[in-house]
């Protein structure tokens, strides 16, 4: 019964195709460029999101990283991509749909970083209007929900270019960069999408 569909995948779920980035699940492989990445980032990047753990960006904490999200994936509770840049397939940042809730729901919560060298291309831009109708169309979700602290202009922007509309404030909502932060709730439902029926 459609209303309270779930998805499987065999393995990983299918590479997603932007205009000028490429989604894909992370692998083995990705750890340097995605350490690298993330450490040359850090300054960028830590103001918004969770504490780092202190042995984040070790080998054994990535392998840690990619068993989470494969089991996350195979019980149907978050999937996770890295962006490439298609140009020259440089690793470029990620995001998640995560926190899939079913039932009645069929919602989940959108998450993305972008390393700092990338930033402000339009790369985010792409890859969540890429992500959202694999959302709606693959994973069979209604809403995507996505949450920011009111002084990241850079997400409140890139949320409302990507057409999610503002619905809430919520207090103490996230412990983001080690304090209980108040955010700004915003979301997509699937009816927001011209092309997706049902
Ligand atoms: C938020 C983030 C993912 C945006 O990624 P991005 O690839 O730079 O986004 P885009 O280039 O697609 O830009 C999206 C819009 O935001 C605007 N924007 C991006 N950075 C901005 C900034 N620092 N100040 C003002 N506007 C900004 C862009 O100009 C664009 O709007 P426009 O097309 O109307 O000009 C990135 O800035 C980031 O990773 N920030 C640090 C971590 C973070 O905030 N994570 C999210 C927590 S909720």
């Known amino acids: 019964m459609a209303f309270f569909r779930t998805v499987a995948f065999s393995d990983t779920p299918p590479a997603i195709e932007g205009t000028g980035v490429a989604l894909r699940a992370p692998l083995a492989a990705d750890f340097s460029e995605w350490t690298t990445l993330r450490e040359t980032s850090s300054a960028f990047l830590r103001p918004w999101e969770p504490t780092w753990p202190l042995d984040d960006l070790s080998r054994g904490a990535f392998r840690r990283r990619l068993r989470r999200y494969a089991e996350d994936q195979r019980t149907d509770q978050a999937y996770t991509f890295f962006v490439f840049r298609r140009t020259d397939g440089r690793l470029v940042g990620g995001l998640s749909l995560a926190n899939v ?22 790369c985010m831009s792409d890859a969540v209007g890429s992500i959202v109708p694999f959302a709606f169309a ?6 995507v929900e996505a949450a920011c602290i009111p002084t990241n202009v850079a997400s409140v922007r890139l949320l409302e270019k990507c057409g999610f509309e503002r619905e809430g404030y919520a207090r103490r909502y996230l412990c983001i960069n080690g304090a209980w932060q108040d955010h700004l709730l915003y979301a997509r439902v699937r009816e927001d999408s011209d092309d997706i029926s049902g």
Do not use: K, P
């Not at 809730?101 to 339009?122: D, E, H, I, K, N």
């Not at 693959?138 to 809403?143: E, F, S, V």
């Open 138 to 143: 693959t994973l069979g979700l209604r809403r």
């Open 101 to 122: 809730r079913r039932g009645v729901a069929q919602a989940a919560s959108l998450g993305y970083w972008m390393g700092a060298a990338f930033a402000r291309q339009g």
